[in-house]
């Protein structure tokens, strides 16, 4: 199949774009290859991509006309939306930021998909950030998330209702992802795996927030390539109204405390961490954890990788990524 993959150069959309390459499937991947974080990571995901029938474009999807111009010719049979500004405090410090990718970027993707003729399939990355101020664990797909609690989750919250519309008006088969939490080899500095491992084995201090109280349902990245794999072919049934349009969490469903996630890191690194405590930040959230029942029903999402597996993968990359 030809299938477009936005966020190309990030942390899933590389393991996702590898995964679909070496299915055999063409692969278009656009990413607009800014510096929240460094380039020089970006690019190095791009280059170690396998071998296969994969194009580049680097693009801002806010820019609507650059996309529609750059992708003229273009039919794809899926689309796969996972580019963003990620960052939940980041989006305190920056909000215009998260509007213009998250908001008009995915407006662009929505316009480029009710264009296509055939479009099989609609998929897009939506976040656990949704479910805000939530108390009720573990959150499931049906429960409130009109509380956010950062601007971040708002933007997702957005796009959910944005995709819903436009699957509504259109007819666009499409699924949404509620990510928890992924962390893996290829991962976002700005993410606790990477801020951890990289102080611990460099002798510098880690913030906890909170004080370490608090806990996360952490979902290593071969886990979540595997689900959105798994639905790839799966589009959603029409729902009561009619409209095709279906969300799912992909989790681990293991709700983990911060302070054994940091153990299991400091295991692997095979150094004791420097603990400084912090109050909670704005817009951070005390506890995440997934309900994956629908998804593991849908299309046998099985997350199998636990953090005492997964974290010392992560560790033994970074070592080697940075030459350590």
């Known amino acids: 199949m030809n299938i477009l993959v936005t966020g190309a150069a990030g942390f899933i959309g590389h393991h996702l774009a590898a995964a679909l390459l070496r299915a055999g499937h063409r692969v278009v991947g656009l990413d607009n290859m800014n ?37 003229t010719g273009e039919a794809f049979d899926i689309i796969i939306n996972l580019a963003a500004q990620a960052g939940v405090r980041y989006s305190v410090e920056n ?11 995915f407006l662009t993707v929505l316009e480029l998909a009710r264009r296509q003729r055939g479009l099989k399939h609609f998929l897009y990355a939506s976040s656990s950030s949704v479910y805000g101020a939530n ?35 259109y007819g666009i088969p ?88 940091v153990s299991v890191i400091e295991q692997a690194a095979g150094r004791a961490a420097i603990i400084e405590e912090a109050p909670m930040q704005q817009g951070d959230v005390r506890a995440t954890h997934a309900d994956i029942d629908e998804a593991r029903r849908d299309f046998g999402y099985d997350p199998a990788t636990p953090i005492d597996v997964g974290l010392p993968r992560f560790v033994e990359w970074y070592r080697g990524y940075k030459g350590l």
Request: overall charge positive.
């Open 95 to 105: 909000p215009e930021a998260y509007v213009r990718a998250n908001i008009q970027g």
């Open 135 to 169: 108390r009720k664990l573990p959150f499931a797909v049906g429960d409130r998330t009109d509380r956010p609690v950062s601007l971040y989750g708002a933007t997702k919250k957005a796009n959910e209702a944005m995709a819903y519309s436009y699957a509504s008006l």
């Open 35 to 71: 510096d929240y974080y460094e380039v020089a990571l970006k690019q190095a995901r791009l280059d170690a991509l396998p071998p296969g029938d994969f194009t580049f474009h680097r693009l801002d999807l806010a820019d609507g006309a650059a996309v529609r111009e750059a992708l």
């Open 174 to 261: 499409s699924t949404g992802f509620r990510f928890f939490t992924v962390y893996g080899p290829w991962g976002r500095p700005d993410m606790a795996p990477y801020l951890f491992a990289s102080a611990i084995l460099e002798g510098r201090p880690i913030r906890l927030f909170n004080k370490g109280e608090m806990a996360r349902d952490f979902t290593y990245i071969d886990d979540i390539t595997a689900g959105l794999m798994g639905a790839l072919n799966r589009p959603p049934a029409p729902d009561e109204a009619g409209v095709a349009h279906k969300i799912y969490n992909l989790g681990n469903n293991r709700l983990e405390p911060l302070r054994r996630f």
